[in-house]
């Protein structure tokens, strides 16, 4: 059984997110979307929150589990039996911080491979800190997260969805 993990912070998950998790789930069996608890970083969602807003827009995919992890990714990995690491590319400026994970893993434990699916280009501009300055200045997010989760990103800033949207 080939199971992959696909790892983040999804604060929140975008569009650009599901893109991703949708066609990584072809290629493997099973995909975690491991998200992760990062008590030192200041999240705008809970780690019960994103993993329950993952589970949520990913129902429809049948070979998909949603978990949080603590610590080293590649001990987590081990954990649940996983070999695979999935992460998106969007463009170049990406391409360095990643390339320095994937072999700083693949270091620390010699069967873990990456693989980098290019983001659509529909997303290749999206990131969660995009779709959280837009919000908490009231601008319209419906077309970089998920229609059941637009409520919730603004409700966080005291806001509702922009007139009309
Ligand atoms: O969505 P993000 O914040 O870009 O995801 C980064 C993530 C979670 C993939 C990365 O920070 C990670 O794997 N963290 C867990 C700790 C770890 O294993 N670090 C070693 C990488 S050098």
């Known amino acids: 059984m080939k199971r992959g993990i696909y790892p983040g912070s999804f604060d ?12 990584a789930a072809r290629i493997v069996d099973e995909l975690y979307v491991g998200v992760l608890n990062n008590s030192a970083k200041n999240s705008l969602f809970s780690i019960n929150e994103r993993v329950s807003m993952i589970e949520e827009i990913t129902a429809h995919i049948g070979n998909v589990r949603v978990s949080s992890f603590n ?4 001990d987590y990995m081990e954990e649940i039996d996983a070999r695979i690491i999935v992460r998106g590319l969007r463009a170049i ?4 911080y990643e390339l320095q994970i994937a ?4 270091r620390v434990n010699p069967n873990v491979e990456t693989i980098f699916l290019t983001t659509n280009l529909k997303y290749s501009y999206l990131s ?12 319209d997010i419906s077309h970089f ?8 990103i603004y409700a966080k800033y005291g806001r509702t969805a922009p007139q009309g949207k």
């Open 145 to 152: 997260v998920p229609e059941q989760l637009v409520d919730r």
């Open 12 to 23: 929140p998950v975008t569009k650009g997110h599901v893109d991703v998790i949708e066609r």
């Open 128 to 139: 969660s800190t995009i779709v959280k300055e837009f919000a908490s200045y009231g601008g």
């Open 93 to 96: 400026s990406d391409f360095e």
């Open 71 to 74: 610590g080293l990714l590649v």
């Open 103 to 106: 072999q700083t893993n693949s």
